[in-house]
């Protein structure tokens, strides 16, 4: 089984900043890694797939990148909607299909 | 537009069974794989189940194999999750996801539902 190792736990930051989050896998996942971003009381929403294409809907500011086992995703310049957890999660080696256990982002 | 909507959540006994329903709508759940993903009060996403859009083919987390059953009805587009031999860690919201078109079977959970709560208590 393939773990995800989200780093950090929790990130601090102010509206405006940049947000730079980590995904590393235990092994390689080629480049099938997967975002999602979660608000409370609400169903998670897919960011990023194979590890740097946009979903639908999905504003510019919002970028993934990495390959292998290491994978980031970056928030440009943080909006006030985008305090949240998110998640990334791999589908190169299934079943099973897994995900990190998330970053907290929250608004400093 | 892509509309998922989950029934069937509630209270039930350990050792009970219960079987969850999401109805779609936008698409033809047929040409789609599918998913169910859940999450346990205040704890991350857990991968349950995945089908092929034929229904063909059916994968399944070790944690609920051979007590879940993901089953398709295409007539009525809808997808269903049978839980059997519940316990009490099975408790979670569940949600229903679309993946991507037949023939692919690329796990990504492209469209989700509002999620089922499920609460295996007695």
């Known amino acids: 089984e393939i773990v995800l190792t989200q780093s950090p736990a929790t990130l601090s930051l102010s509206p405006g900043e940049r947000a730079t989050l980590s995904c590393r896998a235990s092994?390689?996942?080629?480049?099938?890694l997967a975002w999602y971003q979660q608000k409370p009381g609400q169903a998670p929403r897919l960011l990023i797939y194979?590890?740097?294409n946009r979903a639908t809907g999905i504003p510019a500011r919002f970028s993934g990148s990495g390959s292998g086992t290491d994978f980031t995703l970056t928030i440009s310049s943080l909006e006030p909607e985008d305090f949240a957890v998110y998640y990334c999660?791999?589908?190169?080696?299934?079943?099973?299909?897994?995900f990190g256990q998330g970053t907290r982002l929250e608004i400093k | 537009e892509v509309q998922l909507l989950e029934s069937g959540g509630g209270l039930v006994q350990p050792g009970g069974s219960l079987r969850l329903s999401c109805a779609a709508s936008?698409?033809?759940?047929?040409?789609?794989?599918m998913s169910w993903v859940r999450q346990a009060p205040g704890k991350g996403l857990e991968w349950v189940s995945s089908?092929?859009?034929?229904?063909?083919?059916?994968f399944y987390a070790d944690s609920v194999k051979g007590r879940f059953t993901i089953s398709k009805d295409n007539s009525k587009n809808t997808l269903h999750l049978q839980m059997s031999s519940l316990r009490a860690e099975d408790t979670a919201v569940y949600y229903c996801?679309?993946?991507?078109?037949?023939?692919?079977?690329?796990?990504?959970?492209?469209?989700w539902g509002q999620g089922t709560l499920v609460t295996v208590s007695s």
């Open positions: 936008g698409f033809t759940l047929s040409s789609y794989a």
């Open positions: 996801a679309t993946n991507t078109p037949e023939p692919r079977v690329d796990i990504i959970m492209i469209d």
């Open positions: 092994q390689s996942v080629s480049s099938y």
């Open positions: 194979d590890a740097s």
């Open positions: 089908i092929r859009g034929s229904g063909s083919s059916t």
């Open positions: 999660q791999q589908r190169s080696i299934w079943p099973p299909i897994t």
